[in-house]
């Protein structure tokens, strides 16, 4: 156990909708990053959060977006979805710095159809 | 900019069994390496960490070493056991990210 929990776990929406991922970052962490894992692929980074601000982003397009909140958990945005963006959506958090751990939470498997 | 490499793809031995996973990237100027474990459609469980400055880490079976100047990383892993079976990814960080490989899927047989 890392102590990184995402929701939901697991669902499905409609192409042209929009959805909500959350994730709690472990207890001291305060930095959160997203990555979008497609099916057999490594996972590709969408962007981290330190201090409630956007601390570096990915080749994501702007429908991407994120929030921090003050306790450091993490919601991640994703505007008028598309078939591509089935993936599983990975939360990692760690202190801020170069040489530090990530952890990783379960994921969340979104399926658009 | 920064890519990584994992071979083989994939890999089958039987129980008992040493191994090496091998990583390599294109880029020597990384924060650290850190190698993760990744069960079927679950998230990722962090097996070692190297720093940069570092060459090697140990953590019960597995060693992991990191040669930064010629930009490779091995994963040693010894007396393989079924439960070993998981798909091994390495991750470079670089500035605010990790890049990742596409993985090594081992699977040890009984």
């Known amino acids: 156990e890392t102590g990184v929990t995402q929701s939901p776990t697991h669902l499905i929406k409609t192409r042209g909708q929009q959805v909500t991922l959350r994730c709690s970052s472990q207890?001291?962490?305060?930095?959160v990053s997203w990555y979008q894992q497609a099916l057999g692929q490594g996972p590709q980074f969408i962007f981290q959060?330190?201090?409630?601000?956007?601390?570096g982003r990915g080749n994501f397009p702007p429908r991407f977006s994120g929030l921090q909140f003050p306790n450091y958990s993490s919601e991640l945005n994703v505007n008028a979805l598309e078939l591509d963006d089935s993936a599983l959506y990975l939360c990692?958090?760690?202190?801020?710095?170069?040489?530090?751990?990530?952890?990783f939470g379960q994921g969340t498997r979104l399926t658009v159809v | 900019k920064q890519e990584v490499t994992q071979i083989p793809a994939a890999l089958s031995v039987p129980e008992g069994e040493n191994l090496v996973l091998n990583c390599s990237f294109t880029?020597?100027?990384?924060?650290?390496l850190q190698w993760f474990r990744q069960d079927p459609g679950k998230g990722l469980t962090s097996l070692l960490l190297?720093?940069?400055?570092?060459r090697e880490q140990t953590s019960g079976r597995l060693n992991a070493s990191l040669d930064k100047s010629s930009g490779r990383s091995t994963l040693y892993i010894a007396a393989s056991q079924p439960g070993d079976s998981a798909t091994y990814l390495c991750?470079?960080?670089?500035?605010?990210?990790?890049?990742f490989g596409s993985g090594t899927k081992l699977n040890v047989k009984p």
């Open positions: 990692a958090s760690s202190l801020i710095g170069e040489g530090t751990e990530a952890f």
């Open positions: 207890s001291g962490h305060n930095t």
């Open positions: 959060y330190y201090r409630e601000e956007e601390n």
């Open positions: 880029d020597s100027a990384i924060y650290n």
């Open positions: 190297i720093q940069s400055s570092q």
């Open positions: 991750a470079v960080k670089s500035f605010n990210k990790f890049y």
